[in-house]
């Protein structure tokens, strides 16, 4: 018998990484750049690694959408992206999804990062 695949909320999401010490958010700064203020450091996409990706629909208007990025950068830190898409999208323009499609995928289990 297949076992029951757990289902995450997005705060879920961000709780296990804050437990973990793995709260870190790259956010695009007004000057174009992807900075996590945590561990002040800017990257650019060759410096990370996205190792899980989360998609998360609203319970009550499938509009209210977002997506998390659970990253690690050269230096072996964990960190995570957020974005909303669809109309609620954080990031105007392009500069955050030509940053995220130059991010190289090597997909992990949850299990190795929590």
């Known amino acids: 018998m297949e076992q029951p695949v ?3 909320t997005l705060s879920q999401i ?3 990484l804050r437990l973990k010490g793995k709260d870190n958010e ?5 000057h174009g750049k992807m900075q ?3 561990l002040n450091k800017i990257y650019k ?3 990370l690694t996205i190792v899980k990706t989360y998609r998360f629909e609203g319970m009550s208007d499938p509009a209210d959408s977002s997506v998390v990025y659970i990253t690690i950068d050269k230096d072996g830190d964990t ?5 909303a898409y669809g109309i609620y999208s954080d990031n105007l323009g392009s500069s955050f999804d030509d940053f995220l499609k130059k991010i190289p995928v090597a997909e992990r289990s ?3 990062l929590f």
Request: glycine share 4%.
């Open 79 to 83: 960190g995570y992206m957020m974005d």
């Open 6 to 8: 757990e289902m995450n």
């Open 14 to 16: 961000l709780e296990k």
């Open 26 to 30: 790259i956010k695009m700064t007004d």
């Open 36 to 38: 996590s203020a945590t």
């Open 110 to 112: 949850e299990q190795e």
């Open 45 to 47: 996409p060759e410096d």
